[in-house]
């Protein structure tokens, strides 16, 4: 049954770190849970409080990736339309168009580009467009990357508490 918590706990775990880049699936939440499975087995010790800890800073970051990027869009000038069109590319990064799913280029180019056009398609002028879409892209970028250093810690402290 261990073997079976901890395989389970290790796809979640890479799951949740997958989900902090994609947009359909709960990165740091799924992670968490990871980390949860993980501590029900003899091998990996997690007192209660690390278990509270962790999960409020799941959701504390849950809540801040909705909040920074449109903070980070409005402070550059943007809109809804920046936010949405990042999401949307985001999406379309995800189907591989050109760069591949796997490409960290359409990761990164994807979100930009959609911001950029819902910007221009509201704003209908280049120059706040583009800054507006660097917002929402800045916005996004740092959401990513803090649910993606969250993963990766939950994920460090399971490999060093089985080790």
């Known amino acids: 049954m261990n073997t079976i918590l901890i395989i389970l706990a290790f796809i979640c775990l890479a799951v949740g770190l997958a ?14 849970v990871g980390l949860l499975l993980a501590s029900f087995t003899p091998h990996v010790h997690c007192n209660t409080w690390m278990l509270v800890g962790t999960a409020l800073v799941a959701v ?3 809540i801040v990736d909705y909040v ?6 409005k402070h550059y000038g943007g809109s809804k ?7 949307i590319g985001l999406v379309v990064s995800i189907f591989g168009l050109p760069f591949g799913p796997q490409g960290l280029l359409g990761v990164v180019l994807w979100p930009f580009i959609g911001a950029l056009v819902g910007e221009y398609l509201n704003q209908h002028e280049l120059r706040p467009a ?9 916005g996004f970028v740092s959401g990513t990357l803090i649910k993606v250093a969250y993963c990766v810690a939950l994920l460090i402290v399971v490999i060093i508490k089985l080790v």
């Open 68 to 73: 920074v990027p449109s903070l980070s869009t």
């Open 130 to 138: 583009l800054r507006a879409a660097w917002g929402a892209f800045i």
């Open 19 to 32: 989900g902090s880049i994609l947009p359909a699936l709960p990165g740091p939440p799924l992670a968490w």
């Open 60 to 62: 504390a970051i849950g």
């Open 81 to 87: 339309y920046g936010i949405w069109g990042c999401n």
